[in-house]
């Protein structure tokens, strides 16, 4: 049964400190996405690759997010500084080379608490 | 500004009745419809998606009917069953990229 997987499931921390999410695409696809989720502005784009290249992160703010695909298998999105207005779900997704884009298979989401 | 709009926060429905989700979409450049399923806890699951050259896709229980002159779509849910409930999410894309654009979703309840 493929499934993305998302680490970690929950996330606590204080203002100012670094959080690294990760993401394991499901083998064999070749696009990865990375979204928010929050209240007010429901699910929001940040980034997405495509075999491990970026190929849009306009969604992303750039003085504090990276993302980087550093192999097939791992997707990583950092926030550094952190700040109480990161706090909502992030969800990885993948997508097959063939079919849809817009069919992608999510992760669980890991929840973001910032203090 | 939101592009996809889906205006009811929640519908309760009784078990063995039709679900009619609704959903607008102000971007006449969408050519790409999808409706996403979301349980507590979970990522989003896709559904079922339509194309702008239809008007109309079916799976099973689930209908998807698009209204291209009233920028509409609707989700027919029919025969409703407990184990729909779930938060409905309407995504549309255009252009090149085939990014997502996503409504704020509709909870559903299916009441037994």
């Known amino acids: 049964d493929a499934r993305v997987t998302q680490t970690p499931r929950d996330k606590v921390t204080e203002m100012g400190q670094e959080v690294t999410m990760r993401c394991q695409p499901i083998l064999g696809h070749n696009t990865v996405f990375w979204y928010r989720q929050t209240m007010m502005q429901g699910l929001e784009l940040l980034a997405y690759?495509?075999?491990?290249?970026?190929?849009?992160d306009s969604g992303m703010p750039k003085d504090r997010f990276s993302a980087e695909m550093p192999d097939a298998t791992l997707a990583t999105l950092k926030i550094q500084p952190s700040e109480p207005r990161d706090s909502a779900v992030y969800f990885c997704?993948?997508?097959?080379?063939?079919?849809?884009?817009?069919?992608?298979?999510f992760g669980p989401g890991t929840r973001l608490l910032v203090l | 500004d939101q592009q996809v709009k889906q205006n009811s926060p929640s519908l309760s429905v009784q078990e063995g009745r039709i679900s009619i989700l609704n959903c607008d979409y102000t971007n006449s450049m969408f050519d790409y419809f999808l409706w996403y399923k979301k349980y507590p806890a979970e990522g989003p699951t896709f559904l079922i998606s339509?194309?702008?050259i239809k008007d109309k896709n079916e799976d099973g229980r689930f209908t998807v009917f698009l209204n291209k002159s009233a920028k509409h779509l609707s989700l027919h849910i029919v025969p409703s069953q407990p184990g729909d409930s779930a938060v409905y999410f309407c995504?549309?894309?255009?252009?090149?990229?085939?990014?997502?654009?996503w409504g704020l979703g509709t909870s559903l309840a299916v009441n037994p």
């Open positions: 339509i194309s702008s």
């Open positions: 997704a993948s997508a097959p080379s063939r079919g849809a884009l817009e069919t992608q298979y």
């Open positions: 690759f495509r075999n491990r290249a970026p190929l849009d």
């Open positions: 995504a549309a894309s255009a252009g090149n990229n085939r990014k997502l654009i």
